[in-house]
């Protein structure tokens, strides 16, 4: 770093001995005396400048290279626009680039203050026309740099993202939230989106403080029409990040969502208040396991999979030997994923209440009025028949509204992160990946179940894995290495826990009496994990289904979704469905068709995609506004 610390402090001396000279020509002095005034001033200026070059470029450095150290070179790649995989340029061009704008940052805050004093001055006759305009369009063209940026992340961040995905998240807080995440949008968003603007800014103010505005007005035409020309062209440079980012989403799934309404559930959803349901004598308790992302596509080709090597052999013996797996082909299979479903709480909404998780006008899921209020899923069934019912999971359970999901339709007692550290089972400054790991996880969960066993109640107990989660899991020091890439050993390990988790349960005294469910949440997110998979290859959420009261009349070649598996499950527990269908979930245990098979995947999902009345009124029950008063209604008696 000695080069850019010499070449900038030369930069920067030239530059102030340059801004030095007019400002004694400007003195009000006649000419012989501003001879004389720069003579006896050179050696001065010529001292100071040289001190200030090195001050300048010196403090430049040194924070170039505390933000690298800190940041590391995806924030160089997120500078220079470059949102793949390689790295195209070389660290030491990188570095003097980003010495360099700090430079110019440092120049223009510090050594022009005083010029730009001036030029206020000199332009005070600049209308309030000329200051609105000027604003607006620097608000515009900043908003258009971050908008880009924001969907260049999404694609490198999360891969095949989906619209619904996107606006759940913006609703959402962020705690809970993987640190890793927002460090990432930090590197790739915040900090390259500043800098670009800073540029742009700082530009503009230059050639308006070197008089080119002048040069160009007298050419260009009246003021007021160059003034309203930078404001459409600020609005086309937004019309250019928002058109950028949409892309990245797909334009036919944007405007389905925001501008295209559908009547899927008017037509097909069934109410699941007014479905007639038979319990047996004995019932049966539910272990209900959600494994972070997985699916089929883990398993070897041979078995139905993408993969040379299977992945998953503890869950593959499970599944021919004893377990039942509804497959979507003649192989292991598993269920497809549809809008509203691709994201963790919105799988477990799908599983549980038959329904996707939509984005709701003005509605923020359970921050102030009742999350989901017109669902009715499968912890309130349960809970209505005296089950002890527990959420289970190694993250902060307030992350995406989970807490609110469970508590509000079930009464779930949450044990999650937070849970852990007030029990003493983590230090209290104890935090990996999205809270504490997998291997704890399912370690504490033997306690968990053993304590919920003991009571004279059935029980549901809900878990959540979260290892497996993109990008590229977390690895444990305990993870065998045994594939070529990380993700490959996440997945594996996963399998490796799951599997001596269930043999712990087979022997316990609860088991015979215990409907096991396990399932992934949805597809994962991996950005590149993926590439290498067959073009055709349908990827889809795995599951089993252990210790059910219930005989499947087909579990092959099957085309249904994640939301079948909420009156599936009941039935799995030896629970009779009047009609088969609850939600838009179907039996898969009976032959009724499912929503899939009766109007086809690619319908079911387009439809989904779209806006619903029905879910705004029925199932969200209008925005937070209309719930709030509703609520202070209810509470006043009225």
Known sequence: MIFPLVLFGLFVAGYCYYRSIPDLKRESVN?????????????????????????????????????????????????????????????????????LIITLLLVVLFEDRRASG?????????????????????LLVVCSIFIAYSGGWLVFNFGGVSIDQVVYAIVQPLSGTDPE??????????????????LLIVSVIVLHR?????????????????????????????????????????????KAYFFENSTLFNDYYVEPTTVALEFPDKPKNLIYIFLESMETTYLSTELGGQQPENLLPNLTKV?????????????????????????????????????????????????????????????EILNKQGYNQRLFIGSGADFAGRDKYFNQHGDYK???????????????????????EDEKLFEFAKASVTELSQEDKPFNFTMLTADTHFEDGYLSPNNPQQFGDQYSNVIAFSDQQLGDFL??????????????????????????????????????VLNVILNSETEPVTTTNRTYTTMD????????????ITGDRMGLGTNLFSDKPTLSEEIGYDTLNDELGKRSNYYDLKIMKGTNFELLQERESESNGD
């Not at 001033?41 to 505390?66: C, D, N």
């Not at 003034?227 to 944007?254: C, D, H, M, N, P």
């Open 414 to 436: 949450i044990e999650d992160y937070y849970y852990a550290k007030e029990e003493g089972w983590i230090p209290d400054d104890y935090h990996v990946w999205w809270g504490y």
């Open 31 to 99: 000419r012989s005396e501003k001879v004389e005034q720069l003579k006896m001033a050179q050696g001065k200026r010529i001292t100071w400048s040289i001190f200030k070059g090195v001050i300048f470029s010196g403090i430049a450095t040194s924070l170039t290279l505390v933000l690298v150290r800190f940041f590391g070179y995806p924030y160089s790649k997120a500078l220079f626009l470059t949102l793949k995989r390689g790295y195209p340029f070389r660290p030491t061009y990188v570095l003097l680039a980003l010495s």
């Open 565 to 576: 598996l909420y009156p599936t499950t009941l039935a799995a527990m030896g629970i009779k």
């Open 181 to 198: 995440q927002i460090k990432t949008f930090i590197k790739l968003v915040v900090i390259p989106g500043a800098a670009l603007s800073y």
């Open 210 to 254: 070197y008089k080119f505005t002048r040069l160009v007005l007298p050419n260009f035409g009246p003021r007021a029409i160059f003034y309203t020309a930078r404001v459409i062209g600020a609005f086309a440079i937004l019309g250019f990040g928002v058109f950028y980012s949409v892309s990245k989403l797909g334009y036919q799934e944007v």
């Open 503 to 540: 043999n712990w349960l087979k022997e316990q005294p609860f088991y015979d009496d215990t409907v096991i469910v396990i399932s992934g949440d949805h597809l994962s997110m991996d950005r590149d994990y993926f590439n290498s998979i067959a073009p055709d290859y349908k990827r889809s």
């Open 118 to 138: 001036k030029i206020r001055r000199r332009d005070s006759n600049f209308s309030i026309f000329n200051t609105v305009t000027h604003t607006i369009a620097v």
């Open 319 to 379: 599944i021919q030997e004893e377990g039942i797996n509804f497959s979507n082909n003649d192989l292991i299979g598993g269920a497809y994923q549809t809008t509203g479903t691709g994201f963790t709480v919105g799988g477990m909404v799908a599983q549980t209440a038959g329904i996707p998780l939509n984005f709701s006008d003005n509605n923020t899921y359970g921050k102030t009025v009742p999350f989901l209020p017109g669902a009715y899923s499968l912890g």
